[in-house]
């Protein structure tokens, strides 16, 4: 088995949305998934540690505009960052998906 099953084995995604920080979260382990919204990086950042997430993906601008955060969290620990194009972190076309899949207003 590639994950331990005796801890956390978290996958987080990353991204800005205005002034708010978003990071939604998957235990791999157990299948919790929750969402937290932060005003400022330097909570994301504490929460990131606190996790110590196996894999981040965010968007490709999110990881130029911010390459201290990762490099910094690199000296901590080690984890893989994965970028996707930014069209798939845009906030109109994820929110439409999202309430047409689960069928919600």
């Known amino acids: 088995s590639l994950l331990n099953e ?7 995604s990353i991204t800005r949305i205005g002034t708010l920080y978003g990071l939604a979260v998957l235990d791999l382990t157990t299948a919790d998934f929750r969402v937290i919204e932060f005003e ?4 994301l950042l504490n929460e990131l540690y606190r996790i ?7 968007a490709k601008r999110f990881k130029d505009k911010h390459d201290s ?3 910094e969290m690199k000296l ?3 984890y893989l960052l994965s970028e996707q ?5 845009d906030h109109q076309s994820t929110y439409n998906f ?3 899949h689960f069928h919600v207003h």
């Open 6 to 12: 005796k801890t956390n084995n978290f996958f987080a």
């Open 40 to 43: 400022k990086e330097s909570d």
């Open 52 to 58: 110590r997430p196996s894999e981040i993906l965010t």
């Open 69 to 71: 955060l990762f490099n």
């Open 76 to 78: 901590a620990y080690e």
């Open 85 to 89: 194009e930014d069209w798939r972190f």
């Open 98 to 100: 999202l309430v047409s």
